[in-house]
Each structure stands twice: as C-alpha cells, then as structure tokens.
C-alpha cells in the first residue's frame, strides 16, 4: 500500500471524530463567538457591534467584581482542597482499623448529587434552626444566630465551605493513589536511619506524589472556576454581590436580563485560563505516559 493510500485510510478512519469535533464544538463555539460581538436579545435579531460587549464590561464595576471573587473563591477552595485531601490521604494509607468504613464515609459527600449536598447545607446555615447555629449557641461562641448566607462578610466564606468539602474527596482519592506506589520498604530504611515523620513527608512523601497532586490540583482549579451549582442554589450571587463569580454573572445577564450577547462576551473571557489549564493537564499527561 502506498503512501496516498495510507493517508485516505488515516483521514477516512478520522473521519466520524472530525465530523464530531466540528458539530458538536466547532460550529457551536463559532456561533456564539459570533454573538459575543453582537447586541442580541431573546426576541430580538443580533445586530454586530463589534467589540462593544467586551469594552462595556471591562468599565463595569460588577463584573470586576465578580473576576476578583471568581479568583478568591478558585484560590481558597483550591487550596484548603489540596491541604484536607493530602491529610485525609496520609491518614487513609496508615493501616487504621476500620480503614476501608473511613474510606467510603469520606469519599461521600463526592457521590452526593450537588442538589441533595446544597439543600443540605442550606438546612445547616440557617439561622432558623440551623444546626450549626445551635451548636455555636451551645458553646457559647456565638450570642444570636448568624446568617451566614445572609451576610456579605459571611457569605463568600460559607459556600467555599461547601465547594472545599465536596471536592476534598477527590484530591483524597488522587493522593491516596499516588502513596499507594511508594515502596514501604523505603520507609522502612528511613526509619532505622532515624528519620522522623516530618522528614519521611518532607523528603519521600511529599516529592513521591509531587506529580499527582499537581495534576489533580489544576483539575480541581478547571472544575472551581467553572463552579455554579453551590453558588447559584446557595446565594444566587448575593448578598450584594458578595458571591457573585463570573459563572452566576453570565447566566444573571443572560438568562435573567436577556442580554445573551453580553453573557457570552463574559463567558468567551473565562477561557484563555481555562485553555492555559486544560493545555498544562494534557502536557503533564502525556508526558507522564512516556
């Protein structure tokens, strides 16, 4: 078989995921490109304007507002994340009894559904029954129940609280693997050298899962700043858009304002560190498989 012959074989054997890629992402993606640069309206034609969206919404207070709380609420939850999941690894790699009940009752609120996790947290922060109210008000922490999804300084700490406890489980879970390939007999001989625990995590754990924890930590970052469930069912952005991130502002101006043109310029501008993310993960793979 000839060279011409092994490229139609190659391109008709590609064919059905180009005609995929190009249906299902390409051709929709170029759609609302196009869009962002126009004015439409639900019940209205897109009229082009241009570069108007972006330029309207890099003068508006609000969606700066909402870029500063995107990177708190990415920040924190991701690194409250990678702390609890590490230590919730380590203390799952000990032979523990109960070890294997500890595993399946941690890794839970991972298999929850979001609706049932976030109607569960909504119970827990009300300041009407709420149980973590009545147990601050037993130890006399507190003097009056707080509304912490109330609150705008209470607020954005609440449904990080939330994001950082659902996704505490898959950092475990990507760690926990990671330790599971570090020869015990390596602890072992640095144990007779004298090497204490804080020195064995410092000099063997620690650079042993290095690459793991990396490559889970930007998953986890795609998947925070990406968030819209806890925030929306939570808060909906609020108080005083003390929790609005740009996911909520995008689908408020979008799907409440009518203004989709708008809401994809916001969403179109969300991308650049996503791809820069997406593109690090794929490098880090696959050049971890040879």
């Not at 507190?142 to 659902?166: E, H, K, T, Y």
């Not at 005083?240 to 979008?254: D, E, F, K, P, R």
Request: aromatic letters at 12%; charged letters at 10%.
């Amino acid at each position: 078989m000839n060279t011409n012959q092994n490229n139609k074989l190659a391109y008709f054997l590609m064919s059905p995921v180009l005609i995929y890629l190009l249906a299902v992402m390409v051709l929709p993606f170029g759609w609302a490109l196009y869009l962002s640069f126009t004015n439409k309206v639900v019940g209205a034609d897109a009229v082009f304007i241009g570069l108007g969206n972006y330029l309207e919404l890099l003068q508006d207070s609000a969606f700066w507002k909402a870029t500063w709380n995107t990177v708190v609420f990415t920040g924190v939850a991701v690194l409250f994340k990678t702390v609890f999941g590490m230590i919730m690894a380590l203390v799952l790699n000990e032979k523990i009894i109960f070890r294997n009940t500890f595993r399946v009752l941690l890794f839970l609120p991972w298999t929850i559904p979001t609706i049932v996790s976030v109607f569960t947290w909504q119970w827990i922060y009300s300041d009407v029954g709420g149980v973590l109210n009545f147990l601050l008000l037993k130890a006399h922490l507190i003097n009056q129940p707080l509304g912490w999804l109330a609150r705008p300084d209470l607020a954005m700490f609440s449904v990080i609280l939330v994001n950082v406890w659902r996704g505490i489980p898959f950092m475990g879970i990507a760690i926990l693997a990671g330790l599971q390939t570090v020869s015990k007999e390596m602890y072992e001989a640095a144990m007779l050298d004298g090497a204490g625990a804080v020195k064995r995590f410092w000099h063997m754990t620690l650079p042993s899962v290095k690459e793991v924890t990396i490559l889970a930590a930007v998953m986890t970052t795609i998947w925070t700043l990406n968030d819209f469930e806890i925030i929306w069912l939570l808060t909906r952005g609020g108080p005083a858009n003390a929790t609005q991130v740009l996911s909520t502002l995008s689908y408020t101006i979008g799907f409440l304002n009518m203004s989709l043109g708008k809401a994809i310029a916001i969403a179109i501008m969300t991308m650049p560190p996503l791809i820069l993310l997406i593109n690090y993960v794929t490098k880090r793979s696959l050049s971890s498989r040879d």
